[in-house]
């Protein structure tokens, strides 16, 4: 999810933890809970970081091994250290089980996004992406602010409001991921071109009735379109190229990275004066009639790389930096 939304989840729990009788009266332990839940609410993402190195660096790495099941602990582990160590009157066992549960919850949370995460790492490199809740989620966000502003002007008891939260978002989440299977097993049925063999991708937007579609044909290309209110609309069909280009631009760094992030690539070449440009996008990211998160490889006649990139890009930067035709 993103980093708003993280953010209220982690105020959310702070308000949870008031149900933690140590919690609730002893200040001391109280204040290192609550920063330690944020800490964690926010301590996976710290690989951001890494687009200060480069795009290629954070493609690869954001959401990986952060996000692994030995760095649920080291964050925990770290962020209670720090915080007991500072605050040495705070009990360190109710500060360690409730930043677990934040960061634990990062984690968990991010699985049902279409980014995803490797949290299953060190046993697999897999990205696992259930495709249930988008990026960020109004009814996730709205629902932390109500109990969060309830809670800050005290018009309620955390002991009240948090668990009615939780109840809610638990049921929230328990509704989307049956809603995501019965559309898709309905697919098929919804798409007049349905072809034996054709796989579909559903992909949540911040409307609850709208789903972004794509479906890998039988022939290479994807399908992309959208399904409002079970009506089913494609926009365009995604053709990829065969092309020896192609064949060499898989040897370079920016697109291992971009095919080691992505099973939904489809690559295009444009010959140019000095020998080609292949462009590889991935088409779950369409928008505006574009697909902005690409990697790019300039090459002579020979294949040789002149250039490459990885990362999000407009079709008009692409024109204006790279020479990428339309």
Same mark, same amino acid.
């Given at each position: 999810?993103?980093? @708003?939304?993280?953010?209220?989840?982690?105020?959310?729990?702070?308000? &949870?933890?008031?149900?933690?009788? $140590?919690?609730?009266?002893?200040? #001391? +332990?109280? +204040?290192?809970?609550?920063?330690? @839940?944020?800490?964690?609410?926010?301590?996976?993402? @710290?690989?951001?970081?890494?687009?200060?190195?480069?795009?290629?660096? !954070?493609?690869?790495? %954001?959401?990986?091994?952060?996000?692994?099941?030995?760095?649920? &602990? #080291?964050? +925990?582990?770290?962020?209670?250290?720090?915080?007991?160590?500072?605050?040495?009157?705070?009990?360190?066992?109710?500060?360690?089980?409730?930043?677990?549960?934040?960061?634990?919850?990062?984690?968990?949370?991010? =699985?049902?996004?279409?980014?995803?995460?490797?949290?299953?790492?060190?046993?697999?490199?897999?990205?696992?992406?259930?495709?249930?809740?988008?990026? *960020?989620?109004?009814?996730?966000?709205?629902? %932390?602010?109500?109990?969060?502003? =309830?809670?800050?002007?005290?018009?309620?008891?955390?002991?009240?409001?948090?668990?009615?939260? !939780?109840? $809610?978002?638990?049921?929230?989440?328990?509704?989307?991921?049956?809603?995501?299977?019965?559309?898709?097993?309905?697919?098929?049925?919804?798409?007049?071109? /349905?072809?034996?063999?054709?796989?579909?991708?559903?992909?949540?937007?911040?409307?609850?009735?709208?789903?972004?579609?794509?479906?890998?044909?039988?022939?290479?290309?994807?399908?992309?379109?959208? =399904?409002?209110?079970?009506?089913?609309?494609?926009?365009?069909?995604?053709?990829?190229?065969? %092309?020896?280009?192609?064949?060499?631009?898989?040897?370079?760094?920016?697109?291992?990275? *971009? &095919? !080691? *992030?992505?099973?939904?690539?489809?690559? +295009?070449?444009?010959?140019?004066?000095?020998?080609?440009?292949?462009?590889? @996008?991935?088409?779950? /990211?369409?928008?505006?009639?574009?697909?902005?998160? #690409?990697?790019?490889?300039?090459?002579?006649?020979?294949?040789?790389?002149?250039?490459?990139?990885?990362?999000?890009?407009?079709?008009?930067?692409?024109?204006?930096?790279?020479?990428?035709?339309?």
């Amino acid at each position: 999810m993103d980093t @708003v939304s993280h953010i209220a989840i982690g105020l959310g729990l702070a308000g &949870l933890s008031q149900l933690d009788p $140590l919690v609730a009266e002893h200040s #001391v +332990t109280a +204040t290192t809970v609550f920063i330690g @839940v944020m800490l964690g609410s926010q301590a996976p993402d @710290v690989d951001t970081l890494l687009k200060l190195k480069s795009n290629e660096a !954070y493609v690869r790495n %954001h959401r990986g091994f952060s996000h692994s099941i030995p760095m649920l &602990l #080291v964050w +925990t582990v770290v962020i209670t250290a720090l915080l007991s160590w500072s605050m040495p009157a705070s009990n360190w066992q109710h500060t360690f089980a409730w930043t677990g549960l934040a960061v634990v919850l990062h984690v968990f949370t991010d =699985l049902f996004n279409t980014y995803g995460t490797q949290a299953v790492r060190p046993f697999s490199e897999e990205w696992i992406s259930w495709n249930i809740i988008s990026l *960020f989620d109004p009814f996730i966000f709205t629902t %932390h602010l109500v109990a969060v502003t =309830l809670w800050g002007f005290n018009l309620l008891s955390p002991i009240l409001i948090f668990p009615i939260l !939780y109840v $809610l978002l638990i049921g929230y989440f328990v509704w989307r991921t049956l809603e995501h299977r019965r559309i898709l097993r309905r697919m098929p049925q919804l798409d007049p071109e /349905y072809n034996n063999g054709e796989r579909y991708t559903i992909i949540p937007t911040v409307s609850w009735s709208i789903w972004n579609v794509v479906k890998k044909q039988t022939d290479g290309a994807f399908r992309v379109g959208q =399904l409002r209110r079970s009506r089913l609309m494609w926009k365009e069909t995604a053709r990829c190229d065969s %092309h020896p280009a192609i064949e060499a631009s898989k040897m370079q760094s920016a697109v291992k990275t *971009f &095919l !080691y *992030f992505t099973r939904y690539g489809c690559a +295009t070449v444009q010959p140019t004066g000095y020998g080609y440009i292949v462009r590889w @996008v991935d088409v779950r /990211y369409r928008h505006r009639k574009q697909y902005p998160f #690409v990697a790019l490889v300039k090459m002579n006649s020979n294949f040789e790389p002149l250039d490459t990139y990885i990362g999000w890009i407009s079709e008009k930067q692409m024109k204006h930096q790279y020479g990428v035709q339309s």
